[in-house]
């Protein structure tokens, strides 16, 4: 019951924490996940991807997924941090699908005969990309729906120029959005500085943007790894100057490194350490005796 829904391993084991217990339970649950034959007909049905694009979610940096994947030779794409857009094909897919269902569940449906009704639809309907349906272009066959028996369908196959069909849509795609969206080629590079735009933050009075760090790494035409190892896309990324000698040494106090293990730019000697001036003495006003005291004896 727990793994209706066809979760992960720490998913079931939290729900099931939550109401029962047994000896073993872990290994036990641990073993039906794996074991399961639902779970496992993404490999199974289609054979093992070349590659995987993922976002960067915890049951996707894991280590029990990366063994996974590993074990069978296929490569993990993770998209830069806070960014979905690197894999909107995904997010377009999941956009659909959620409308799909929650009109089905509307009508009266169940969620499992939900998804697979929308499922179905989408698979026996042409795709605008490509020209197709995704059930012709996988199994060489168009899926046959009761609105199908009004016509006889003739055999088709799928296309010889599908790929570059959708290249050029694609294309078109990205000019029309790079025109909206006003986009820009980013000109950072390798070796310089930049702030990330913090996507959440502890407190209201911190700053927006991290502490300037550098780029060690171009991944593609707009993402980029900084010395902390993290991706980040051009987006969220503000360039900033290096950072001061006099900054570097108050942030490192505590840590042991000193003004040598900075890491300046290329050709650049270190600021130098500039002392703030003192500040100018508050002028004194002068005091004088009021003239219309001139008759009287007073004590100030």
Known sequence: MAHEGHLGIVKVKQRCRDLVWWPAIDRDIEAMVRGCTAC???????????????DNGPQFISAEFAAFLGGRGVKHIRTALYHPEANGGVERMNQTLKNGIRAHLVDGFQFDAALLRTLLHYRSTRHSTTGSSPALLMMGRELQLPLDRLRAQADLAPPAQVRDRVIKCQRKMKQRYDRTRRAKTPHIAVRDWVRVRRAHRDHKLLSFCSQPMRVTEQLGPATFRLSDGSRWHASRLREAAPPSVTADMEA????????????FPAGQPPAPIEHPAEPAARPSRARARPGYLKDFVTNF
């Open 40 to 54: 496992l007909a993404l490999f199974s049905r289609w054979g093992t991807p070349t590659t995987i694009t993922t």
């Open 252 to 263: 490192n106090t505590d840590s042991g490194f000193g003004v040598d293990d900075l890491d």
